[in-house]
């Protein structure tokens, strides 16, 4: 008797097909979020603010109630929603130049209010929709188009963590950083989603999960070379590892 | 402060808190707001009294945020506002763009005070062009309402979430400092306007359904073509039922007193002693800035002699009397720039010059 | 005695998955894509596949949509 071992998650809409580059992380993101709302049973009871870049096609692949933020303002449309619907579950999906560039003001405030809400952010260090810029989490030394030489500090300053600055806010329940770069830190990223919304239907705050992901096309790699990327050279940077967990406070 | 509900008699109350007061009792569930002179009393009165009736609040971290708090807000098919002023309204086109693409009902109270930049806080009517044109991207129309005293202030309050929710349309209503600030009698009727369903569009959570998306991103043109066909029948839709207008003495005017605003009391009352000096001097007064009484104005510019429109701007309103003119006769302007409308000696001075 | 299925469709020839099954048992195809990319199947002739699931974990497209173990 055969047992299935894997199916496509219930939330995703019938027939979806991603339409993120071969090989990018977007796609698994997507899914393991739409397998924890399947396992929490919260599709039905979600709304989620898109933000814009490669992750605004989240709604043509996720089948929640959605409404596109302009960009940067996806913690802000969040927080309207939460404060008029407090019994929703509510998410947000950005990238980082949504997240942590142009939306960081709306991003912080929304931690430091500690809004019930669960924001999920992509780094992969460029702006990927616009074909490949250089971002606010683009590493030292990074080419992009916009730093043809690599990242220097005199011109660009540098980098942002942005689990570490969100784990620092009063309002924030829980902050991680997680990668999808082998099966193992998928399932990880998972259970770290899975938490982040738990938390969340529990009133306990603002949750918060950073993904080191790939962009395979800007980046100029193969899709495996871009895990490698995220292991040898992100991982340096960016340490993934739980920054903040009230829950887990409260047990010691 | 305290909330009043339906008044017997009228009460003595500053525009700016008469307007917080309506909106609360026009069932608003949610404000955003961060503070700019001399709007701040709106949002003042809001932190107390939502909080105390178990509504949302939010002192939001910029105007930025506020307005689409007011976007997720509305997603949900809930009440909900933000005030502001001119420079901070500034930073809100893009969302009253997004917010007019995705058809959401957005209400928001400007207060307008002097500009372009920082300017100053005296009253003036520096955002007629903020407000009917906007400065989002796209093409887009918000419903703009004009209140001229505190008890209309109250009765445009009611109306812009009544108009808002009828036509899923930001609206915008468009007082200035001097209404904002100053103190006149008011009544508080109850909200005179039924409530509108919107369990066909509102985001609940896809119980039962599909999910429903709230979106303006349409990556072919040709969907964009059908979107604002579809969006522009509505403004037709909008122009054709909600114009509004007060129109005094023009069955046998030579002359047109145009005005809109607080600055309008002062040209009612210069007609008023003109009609004693038995100059033939009619009025009105456009109540909706958006839709405009264009035809009315038309209609009028073939049986009388001259317009002469008054704002405390340099000129705004002034070129939509001109479109709606047509060329058929003169339009005169009298301003002051920026500050307390033109006094009534003044503008009659105006009338009895031009009229020679 | 697993199985995969792969949904030909949704294959974008990333090749993510062929190095993360433990047993080798996905091997680019003959078959191309629109872009003329060769698309991945599954190979399984000696019966080896432990039904694992880290090929569908693994890749980004939905294209291994269903895998069953023994």
């Not at chain 2, 502001?84 to 693409?101: F, G, H, P, R, W």
Request: proline share 5%.
């Amino acid at each position: 008797m055969a047992v299935q071992t894997f199916k496509l998650p219930k939330s995703l809409k019938e027939g979806a097909k991603f339409s993120f580059c071969p090989g990018c992380d977007h796609g698994v993101a997507v899914r393991i979020l739409a397998e924890v709302l399947d396992e929490l049973g919260l599709t039905e009871n979600t709304i989620t603010a898109t933000s814009i870049g490669c992750s605004v096609t989240i709604y043509d692949f996720i089948n929640v109630d959605a409404i596109e933020a302009p960009h940067g303002r996806a913690l802000a449309e969040a927080t309207g929603i939460k404060r008029a619907r407090p019994d929703k579950c509510v998410f947000t999906y950005q990238g980082d130049g949504d997240f942590a560039s142009i939306g960081i003001g709306e991003s912080l405030h929304c931690a430091l209010r500690g809004e019930n809400i669960t924001a999920i952010c992509i780094n992969n260090t460029t702006y990927g929709m616009t074909g490949g810029q250089l971002g606010p989490t683009t590493l030292l030394g990074q080419k992009t188009t916009t730093s043809p030489t690599g990242r220097n500090v005199e011109y660009y300053g540098y980098p942002i963590k942005i689990a570490e600055h969100i784990a620092l806010c009063d309002g924030t329940a829980y902050s991680a950083r997680v990668s999808l770069d082998t099966v193992a830190n998928i399932k990880k990223a998972k259970q770290a989603i899975k938490k982040a919304f738990e938390i969340q239907m529990k009133g306990l705050g603002f949750t918060f999960i950073e993904i080191l992901s790939t962009c395979p096309t800007n980046w100029k790699m193969t899709p495996e070379q871009a895990h490698d990327r995220v292991r040898n050279q992100m991982m340096e940077v960016f340490k993934p590892g739980v920054y903040k967990d009230i829950t887990a406070e409260k047990t010691v | 402060m305290e909330c009043l509900q339906k008044t017997k008699k009228k009460v003595l109350m500053k525009g700016n808190y008469a307007i917080a007061n309506a909106a609360v009792m026009a069932g608003c569930e949610c404000y955003f707001g961060y503070p700019i002179t001399p709007q701040s009393e709106i949002g003042e009165f809001m932190s107390g009294k939502m909080q105390e009736l178990k509504r949302a609040y939010v002192s939001a971290e910029s105007e930025l945020a506020a307005i689409n708090m007011v976007i997720g807000a509305c997603s949900t098919g809930a009440k909900a506002m933000t005030s502001s002023s001119s420079c901070a309204v500034s930073l809100m086109q893009e969302a009253i763009s997004y917010a007019s693409a995705d058809e959401l009902p957005i209400v928001l109270v400007s207060v307008m005070r002097g500009g372009p930049g920082l300017g100053n806080i005296y009253p003036s009517q520096g955002d007629y062009n903020q407000a009917v044109i906007g400065g989002g991207n796209g093409d887009y129309q918000t419903i703009v309402l004009a209140p001229s005293t505190v008890q209309e202030c109250v009765d445009l309050t009611y109306k812009a979430f009544y108009l808002a929710h009828k036509y899923k349309n930001p609206t915008i209503l468009l007082a200035d400092g001097l209404l904002g600030q100053m103190m006149e009698p008011v009544e508080f009727t109850e909200y005179p306007y039924p409530e509108i369903d919107n369990s066909s569009w509102a985001l609940s959570g896809a119980k039962g359904r599909n999910g429903r998306i709230i979106r303006s991103y349409a990556p072919l043109a040709e969907n964009q073509c059908v979107f604002l066909n579809k969006l522009y029948g509505k403004y037709k839709q909008i122009e054709e039922n909600e114009t509004e207008w007060e129109e005094i003495d023009t069955e046998d005017a030579d002359i047109v007193l145009i005005s809109f605003g607080s600055p309008s009391r002062n040209v009612k009352s210069a007609m008023k002693i003109c009609r004693k000096e038995g100059l033939k001097v009619g009025f009105l007064r456009p109540i909706t800035l958006w839709p405009f009484p264009s035809k009315r104005i038309a209609e009028l510019s073939k049986k009388v002699k001259m317009f002469l429109d008054i704002e405390v701007n340099m000129g705004q309103m002034l070129k939509d009397v001109k479109l709606a003119v047509n060329g058929a006769v003169p339009v005169e302007f009298f301003n002051r720039p920026v500050g307390n409308p033109p006094e009534v000696d003044d503008i009659v001075n105006k009338i009895r010059e031009i009229m020679k | 005695m697993g199985k995969i299925v792969i949904d030909e469709s949704r294959c974008k020839a990333c090749y993510l998955c062929i190095d993360e099954c433990p047993k080798k048992l996905i091997k680019k195809s003959e078959k191309t894509n629109k872009l003329g990319d060769h698309l991945v199947e599954f190979c399984d002739p000696n019966n080896e596949c432990l039904g694992c699931a880290m090929c569908a974990t693994r890749c980004p497209d939905l294209a291994i949509c269903e895998v069953y173990k023994g």
